[in-house]
């Protein structure tokens, strides 16, 4: 039997959603502790590299978070499509941060921060709850402010907000009460 769009956004919205937030902590975490302990050329490259490892750490986590979003027997959902797309934005906006690199590399943990947290943005609307615009918001204003504060650590302070604000959100949403399924 066909589900509707609703019945989907439905099942979408009551997962869990720890895995791809505990993924984005735990590179953010590293990105910071490189900032603290290695050259700005290392924090660079662990930006690069852990911001685009953070969608197959989250799909690896998701085996232990009861999430497997490799799982091929669950019926398909048009929200975890559209949450790919979302996820695939993020990707593609690495060519607004590049050039501002090129120019100031200490642009990158601003740009690259900002950036990829837009797709909390859309997770908001396909939830139907604030932990989203909350996340891509605090997000973005933190960044902006700390990048302009603590020009000698952005390497550092702007890694470590954004781990903060992702246990925020994490809290919210383990917090948040889900929608009941529709029975058919």
């Not at 027997?73 to 906006?93: C, H, R, W």
């Amino acid at each position: 039997m066909k589900r509707t769009l609703e019945e989907q956004r439905i099942e979408f919205s009551n997962q869990r959603f720890l895995a791809t937030p505990l993924a984005g902590l735990s590179v953010w975490a590293i990105i910071g502790f490189t900032g603290i302990f290695f050259s700005d050329f290392v924090a660079v490259w662990a930006i690069f590299i852990g911001t685009g490892s953070i969608v197959y750490l989250g799909l690896f986590l998701s085996k232990f978070t009861g999430e497997n979003f490799l799982d091929k027997s669950k019926p398909k959902n048009e929200f975890d499509a559209l949450f790919l797309f979302t996820a695939g934005q993020a990707i593609l906006v690495y060519s607004i941060a590049i050039p501002f690199f090129l120019v100031d590399y200490s642009s990158l943990p601003m740009t690259v921060g900002i950036l990829t947290g837009l797709m909390w943005l859309p997770f908001s609307w396909i939830i139907q709850h604030w932990a989203g615009i909350f996340h891509a918001m605090t997000r973005t204003i933190a960044i902006v402010a700390l990048w302009y504060l603590l020009p000698e650590y952005r390497f550092i302070a702007i890694p470590f907000a954004i781990v903060l604000i992702y246990i925020l959100t994490l809290l919210i949403l383990k917090t948040r009460k889900t929608t009941p399924r529709h029975e058919s």
